[in-house]
């Protein structure tokens, strides 16, 4: 059972424009939600990552946007580049447990 | 510091054969994950340990997938006999406490034949 549900598999965006991810959980009991970006042939990096404590997390053009009551969370990427082209992954754990790690989007930015 | 180092970085091998996996964490890192990369099946966890001590190997396909971590700057992923099924990037990655900040390997990209 995929605990972590991402949307959609892929995404294709304009250079300038807001490229949009979401992911659903149904463990309450997730406390950390990371965000990963990966290039080919890299590992995974991590990016941003927000606690549910609360709702929004910016950092430069990313920012993480949390609804607790929905178990949603979402990847915003702001004036998105050629070079945000990656594969993103989306995650949640609880305290001293592991990832569990969401399918992953693959974003193509078009110059 | 150099980060989490994985060797191979690609491994062809036949259907049979043993295959050795090999990690070294980042320095000062108490934390090691080994996880599967598949298009089918995404990032899966497959063991992780704590201060060299396995805690969580749930995630372990079967009996021909072992890992050990003899000290704290060494670890092997070894599948023995490897199936074409095994095929697929295998990271490694460490993190300073806990599951959280994790930060990964270039990764190992296996073929079996």
């Known amino acids: 059972q995929q605990q972590v549900k991402q949307s959609p598999q892929s995404l294709i965006v304009q250079k300038g424009g807001i490229s949009i991810i979401n992911c659903a959980y149904e463990n309450t009991a997730f406390d950390y939600f990371p965000w990963y970006q990966q290039f080919p042939g890299k590992g995974p990096a991590l990016l941003i990552a927000i606690r549910p404590d609360v709702s929004e997390k910016k950092e430069g053009r990313f920012t993480i946007s949390f609804n607790k009551s929905a178990k949603q969370f979402s990847l915003h990427i702001m004036d998105s580049q050629p070079g945000d082209s990656a594969t993103y992954f989306c995650?949640?754990?609880?305290?001293?447990?592991?990832?569990?790690f969401g399918t992953g989007t693959s974003l193509t930015v078009i110059p | 510091d150099a980060g989490v180092i994985q060797s191979p970085r690609h491994e062809v091998t036949e259907m049979g054969q043993e295959v050795t996996l090999r990690c070294k964490p980042i320095?000062?890192?108490?934390?090691l994950f080994w996880y599967r990369q598949t298009m089918m099946r995404g990032l899966e966890l497959l063991i992780y340990?704590?201060?060299?001590?396995?805690?969580?190997d749930s995630g372990m396909p079967e009996d021909r997938f072992s890992a050990k971590m003899p000290n704290a700057s060494f670890s092997t992923l070894k599948i023995q006999p490897s199936e074409p099924r095994d095929s697929a990037v295998y990271f490694c990655?460490?993190?300073?406490?806990?599951?959280?900040?994790?930060?990964f390997g270039p990764g190992t990209r296996l073929l079996v034949l």
């Open positions: 990655a460490s993190s300073p406490a806990g599951v959280e900040t994790q930060y």
């Open positions: 340990f704590n201060n060299n001590v396995p805690i969580d």
């Open positions: 320095s000062g890192h108490d934390y």
């Open positions: 995650a949640a754990s609880y305290p001293g447990n592991q990832f569990y």
